[in-house]
């Protein structure tokens, strides 16, 4: 068996950069593997919260499986993300660099600015190579996976790049330490190599480690899940290997998984699982590698959305419908267009300010001032959920904003300068 292996994994080699075609077996549902898997998740975590258990991993599977996500899942989570790093001062850590690495991957799955959360922009953090570094090879492996998760701009990608091809072991492969390969490492090393195969000395480390992980017996999750990722994000059908059935035996009739075949459920190893679940449902389905977020404009989280600049806005109060005209949380819609917000809560009026333009509503009164300009509005600003909600198109426009609507999939599309 070993050497039919390693005779296929040479084969591969000679063929990586191939499109490679994709087997669908029948027996394995992964679509209801994942909605299985995912219930199970959101069941255990009703308040996620920014970490490694429970945190971003979660955020970014279930964002990436495409299964349905409640408004106030998101934004608990973001909240509580914002809470964080103003209580830190942006400062999360010192050592551990990958953390910011993890957050831009799982705000990057819900369309969420990386460059400000609570005024803090994470791409600094993934721009200091010697900070990055401190943890050694796992830290620039996930700075290359969250740049190039949204096509973010990075001046050390070179070094992050460079560190990384020095640190292959002889004979293929990667590790955190010593000199034998590490299966998630390698694996892992697959994943950030991955956009930069088409570069000849990277296409060699690729499938040096390609040869080296295949050799491998795997016998936990986290690996199996790794190896998968790995796979699909450089179009090789993990299930020719029997990776994805060999990960359903881990799996336990809840929908949670095992660490070890002989263990009890363990919520990282689901994580893990889902990761790795959505990551090869994408790939049966010619969608983008489960890291490669650049087709994150398809993510749809309400039945009415709005697309600012080319990025679905993500809201504490979804947007809601009366008659015909769609009404959003009014301090993010400022905020977004850079407008200054001001709300006077004895007379219910918020009044929005953008350079010399001035916006003023009041709760309940379809009358709204543009420069002190009266004008009738279709639908009046109102509360919701303790949230108040103005009617989008109107401040958009009084703000100069391009407001276009898509009724195939009931969006607002905003483009502002």
Request: glycine fraction near 8%; hydrophobic fraction near 40%; aromatic fraction near 10%.
């Amino acid at each position: 068996m070993k050497t039919t292996k390693k005779t296929i994994s040479m084969l591969l080699v000679l063929t990586i950069v191939l499109a490679t075609t994709v087997t669908v077996y029948a027996d394995i549902d992964i679509e209801t593997e994942i909605e299985n898997t995912s219930s199970y998740l959101m069941q255990e975590v009703q308040d996620p919260y920014p970490g490694t258990i429970g945190g971003e991993w979660l955020i970014l599977g279930l964002a990436r499986s495409g299964v349905d996500l409640p408004y106030d899942y998101l934004a608990n989570y973001y909240e509580n993300l914002e809470k964080l790093f103003i209580q830190k001062q942006g400062e999360i850590t010192r050592n551990k660099y990958s953390d910011y690495s993890r957050i831009v991957l799982a705000l990057t799955a819900i369309g969420r600015d990386v460059t400000n959360v609570a005024g803090y922009n994470l791409l600094e953090k993934l721009n200091d190579f010697e900070s990055v570094k401190k943890q050694g090879i796992n830290g620039p492996l996930f700075a290359l996976i969250a740049k190039n998760s949204g096509g973010y701009n990075l001046s050390s990608e070179k070094a992050f790049l460079g560190y990384i091809l020095d640190n292959e072991l002889p004979g293929g492969g990667f590790c955190l330490s010593g000199s034998t390969a590490d299966p998630d490492i390698t694996a892992i090393a697959l994943q950030a190599l991955s956009a930069y195969r088409d570069q000849k000395e990277v296409k060699e480390v690729i499938d040096r480690a390609l040869n080296k992980l295949l050799e491998m017996e795997l016998d936990n999750v986290e690996s199996i899940s790794q190896v998968i990722i790995g796979l699909t994000s450089i179009d090789i059908d993990p299930e020719e290997y029997g990776y994805v059935s060999k990960l359903l035996g881990y799996r336990l009739n809840d929908g949670s998984f095992r660490h070890l075949l002989n263990g009890r459920s363990d919520f990282m190893s689901t994580e893990q699982a889902l990761l790795a679940l959505a990551a090869y449902s994408r790939f049966i389905k010619g969608e983008s590698p489960i890291y490669d977020m650049k087709d994150i404009s398809e993510w749809k989280f309400y039945k009415y959305k709005v697309l600012l600049n080319g990025r679905y806005m993500v809201f504490d109060q979804p947007p809601i419908n009366v008659n015909g005209r769609v009404l959003v949380p009014m301090r993010a819609i400022f905020e977004s267009l850079g407008a200054t917000v001001n709300w006077e809560q004895d007379i219910k009026r918020v009044t929005g300010t953008l350079g010399k333009i001035s916006v003023m509503l009041t709760i309940g009164d379809k009358r709204a001032y543009l420069n002190n300009k009266e004008i009738e509005l279709d639908v009046p600003a109102l509360i919701q959920n303790g949230r108040t909600l103005v009617p989008i198109r109107f401040i958009s426009g009084s703000l100069k904003a391009k407001v276009d609507w898509d009724a195939d999939t009931n969006t607002v599309v905003i483009t502002k300068e």
